[in-house]
C-alpha cells in the first residue's frame, strides 16, 4: 500500500515538473518572439520618421512588410490629437506574437514639394492646348504657352491650383478658362524669376542587375518572347533578351524585375497584371507600346515601388490604359491614344508629349520638350500621390529654382519632426 501511495505521489510530483517544463519552453518562446516583435514593431517606427522626414503625407506601407522572421505594418493618423504614428510588429503563422509602437509626433513646417512638381503639367518647351482640353491643377513651362479654343485651366477638387506659369510668355486665344493666375515675363516683376529645373536623369542607370536572372525566352534558338496564351509567372528577376509581345493575360505575381533588352508590345485586348508585390521594376530598352484596348495593371500598389523605364519611346494607344501608382521615366516621346487613360502616375519624358482626344491622365507629367494637349483631354494632378512617389526616387527631386504660382496641393516633403511620446502595446 506504502509503495502505491509512493508511487502516485512520484507520478504528480513528475507531471507537475513535465508541466512546469513545458510551460517555461512556451514562456521562453513567447518571450523570444515578443521581443523579436517589438524590434520589428520599432523598425516600422523608425521607418515611418524617415518617410515622413522625406514626404509629411506619407500614410504608411499599407499592408505588412516582411523583415526577417517576421513583418511589420505602419499606419500614420492625423486627428484632434495631431499625428499619431503606429507600427505593429508580428512574428509567427499560427500562434502569432505581436506589439505595438505608438509614436506622438509634432510636425514641423517643411518646405512644400518643389518647382515642376507644384504642376500638373510642365514643359521644357513650348506648351500647346486647345480644343475643350481640360486641366485640374496648375500648368507651366520655360518657354511660351498657347491656350486656345476652350482650353480650360482649373482649381483641383481641394480649391488649390488652376494657375498658370511661363518662364516666357502665355498666349490665350478663343473662351479661354484660368480660375487661377497667369504669370509670365510682362506680369511678374520679379528680377530674380529663373525657368525652373526640370528633372534629368541617366535611364541606363535603372538597368536592374541581371546577375543570377532567369532567362525567359521562346526557345534557346529564339531569344525573342511570345505570350499567346494565358500564363501566371511568379516573383523573381527575368531577361527577355529580344522583343517581348504580350497577346494574351499575363500574371505576375510577387516582386519582380523585368528585363526586355528590345521592344515591348502588349497587343489588342490584351493584359498584364502585377500582384502582390512591393516592388516591380520594367525596363525596356526599346519602345513600350499598348496596343488599342490593352492594359497594363499594378493591384494594391499605393505607397509602394512601382516603375517603367523606357530607353525610346512610351506609345499608350486607343483605349488603352495603364493603372495604379507608378513612375514612369521615358528617354525619348509619348504618345497617348484616343480615350486611353494613365491613373495614377509621375511621367516624366525628355521628349515631346501628345494627349490625343479624350484621354485621362491623373498624377503629374513633365518633360524636356514639348506639350501638344488637345480634344478633350483631361489631366487632373494628384499632390498626395506625387510625395509618395518621390519618396521612392529622391534622386529626381530638383531645387526650386525660380517660378512662382502653382501651388496645387496640400502635402508638404522634408521638414523637422518632433517625437513627444514613444509608448509600447
Known sequence: MLAIVAMAVLGIIGGAFVFLSSSEAVMAANFRDGTAA???????????IVELAK??????????????SGEYSVEVVTDSNGTRLESTGTVGTVNKVTRKVVLRLQMGTPASINGVYNYAIFSG????????????????????????????????????????????????????????AIIDKN??????????????????????????????????????????SNFTRGAGTYNVNGDMKVNATLTCTG??????????????????????GSTV?????????????????????????????????????????????VTILVNGGVNIGNNAEINKALLIAKQNIS???????????ITQGVINDSNNAKVTYDY?????????????????????????????SAGSIKITSWSYY
Open 355 to 365: 494627349l490625343s482626344q479624350n484621354m485621362l491622365f491623373t498624377g503629374c507629367m
Open 255 to 276: 516582386d519582380i524585375n523585368l528585363y526586355v533588352n528590345s521592344n515591348m508590345s502588349i497587343g489588342n485586348n490584351s493584359v498584364v497584371n502585377f500582384t502582390g
Open 187 to 228: 506680369s511678374d516683376t520679379d528680377p530674380n524669376r529663373k525657368p525652373l529645373v526640370i528633372p534629368n536623369f541617366n535611364i541606363d542607370s535603372y538597368k536592374p542587375n541581371l546577375s543570377g536572372a532567369t532567362l525567359w525566352r521562346n526557345s534557346q534558338n529564339d531569344n525573342n518572347l511570345d505570350i499567346n
Open 38 to 48: 517589438q524590434y520589428l514593431a520599432e523598425a516600422g517606427a523608425r521607418r515611418g
Open 125 to 180: 518647351g513650348n506648351f500647346n492646348m486647345g480644343n475643350n482640353a481640360v486641366v485640374y491643377g496648375s500648368i507651366g513651362s520655360n518657354s511660351i504657352i498657347n491656350l486656345n479654343n476652350n482650353a480650360k485651366i482649373r482649381k483641383t477638387s481641394t480649391g488649390k491650383g488652376g494657375d498658370v506659369w511661363s518662364y516666357d510668355k502665355v498666349n490665350t486665344g478663343n473662351n479661354v478658362t484660368v480660375e487661377g
Open 55 to 68: 514626404y509629411t503625407g506619407w500614410s504608411g506601407t499599407h499592408g505588412n512588410v516582411l523583415l526577417g
Open 281 to 325: 521594376n520594367i525596363f525596356v530598352n526599346g519602345d513600350l507600346t499598348l496596343n488599342n484596348n490593352s492594359s497594363i495593371n499594378f493591384a494594391n500598389s499605393t505607397g509602394k515601388n512601382v516603375n517603367i523605364y523606357v530607353k525610346n519611346n512610351l506609345n499608350v494607344n486607343n483605349n488603352a490604359a495603364i493603372s495604379g501608382e
Open 384 to 412: 498626395d500621390f506625387i510625395g509618395r512617389a518621390l519618396s521612392n526616387h529622391p534622386e529626381l527631386v530638383v531645387s526650386n529654382s525660380g517660378g512662382s504660382g502653382g501651388s496645387s496641393g496640400s502635402g508638404s
